[in-house]
Structures are given as C-alpha cells and as structure tokens.
C-alpha cells in the first residue's frame, strides 16, 4: 500500500493563471474523490468518480473547475481562472467498494 | 449527513487514555459512525467505524451507546504523536460513504 498520491504538494500561482493538480490514488481502488479544505475548517466534498465516470459533483465544484479520470487511474483538477477565494488545500481519497477512504496529503494552493 | 456535535478541544497527558466524545442524537438505525483524524499539514486519516457494537483495532476503541446517540473513541495510551484534530462522522445512508461531512472536529493536544 504506497498510499494516495498527490502533486504538487504546493502551488503559488497569480489570480487569473490556470493551474492543474493531480492525485494518483492505491492502484487496486475504483473510486476517486476530490476535497476542499480551507483554513480552520474541515474538508469539503468537491467530486467523486468511479472508474473513469464522474458520478456526482458538488455545488462547491463552480464552471472553473474540472475534474477528469480519464483512464480509471490517476486524476486530474483543474481551475482556469483562479482567484484569491480558492486558496485552499486540496485533498484527494480513494476507496474500493464500501470501504473507508485513504486520503493523500493534499495539494495546498496560494492564489496571489 | 447525520448532525454531530464535539468539543472544540481536549488536552491530554501523554501515556494517559484519551476519550473523546461525540453526539449524533439524529443517526438513523442503519448509519455508521466513522472517526477521522487530521494532523497538521497532513490529510485526514481513517481511523475507526461502527454500527452497534463497540470495535477496536490497532489504533483505538469506540464505545458506542445502546441508543446510538452517542460515541466515544478512545486511545488507549496516547502519545505525542496523536495530537490532531479528531473528526466524528455519520455518513447519510442513502448513499455509500464517500460524502464525508467533517465538519470542525476536536482539537485533541496530548501534553508531555
């Protein structure tokens, strides 16, 4: 079990730059979720894929963002357009079936 | 998600049991508790999950109550090491677990 993967663990951009994460999840899981943490709060629910099929997105998850799996492995998350309210932490978890989620340790984004 | 409520913080001496209480007076008869940690700078960590019955694995206990309206995870030795903000969770049972709803947590600080 190497664990979820994520990179960058940090990225400073300016307001109005595209930036993209990505998360590598435990190679046996089928299910990928994206989180949101900002400063003092808990983790909030942004996305979550099974295999390669985006199921369910949060209201959380503005037109500026995208979410892709695109081969059932890794994912990727976009931002075009960033602006200094999505500073934030960004976390990703994969799970199989039922099972607890594993989190990563997160991307964390200062937008300028 | 079921609504829990938890102290905002907690100290402890370090060798010492830490208990940390949770309420979920709304959990329905068919939801789990879940209990999440998150140390500082890291993404939460899986912890513990029940039903009914009281469980324990490698890393702690959870007592739950006969009328489920409240838990309690204990750590039976605590280190330095757990210090963490403790999330306790009750995932909606009309989906599977993935939307996890973190909400603030309990600061727990183990004290040398």
């Known amino acids: 079990d190497t664990g979820v993967s994520q990179n960058p663990r940090h990225k400073i951009t300016k307001r109005g730059q595209n930036v993209t994460f990505r998360c590598d999840p435990i190679s046996e899981h089928n299910r990928l979720y994206w989180y949101r943490q900002t400063l003092g709060q808990g983790p909030e629910f942004l996305t979550y894929f099974q295999n390669e099929a985006q199921l369910e997105k949060s209201r959380l998850l503005s037109d500026r963002f995208s979410a892709e799996r695109p081969k059932g492995s890794f994912s990727t998350l976009e931002i075009q357009r960033t602006e200094q309210g999505d500073s934030a932490m960004y976390l990703c978890?994969?799970?199989?079936?039922?099972?607890?989620?594993?989190f990563g340790n997160g991307t964390r984004l200062t937008v300028t | 998600d079921a609504k829990t409520t938890q102290p905002t913080s907690m100290d402890c001496a370090e060798g010492r049991a830490a208990n940390l209480p949770c309420n979920h007076s709304?959990?329905?008869?068919?939801?789990?508790v879940y209990w999440y940690r998150q140390i500082h700078s890291q993404g939460p960590q899986y912890i513990i999950h029940g039903l009914k019955n009281n469980e324990t694995n490698e890393m702690a206990s959870l007592i739950i109550t006969e009328d489920r309206k409240s838990s309690t995870l204990i750590l039976p030795h605590a280190t330095l090491r757990d210090t963490a903000v403790y999330y306790c969770i009750v995932p909606h049972s009309g989906g599977s677990n993935y939307k996890l709803t973190f909400g603030k947590g309990t600061l727990l600080t183990v004290n040398p």
């Open positions: 709304t959990i329905s008869g068919n939801e789990y």
């Open positions: 978890a994969s799970s199989s079936g039922t099972r607890p989620l594993h």
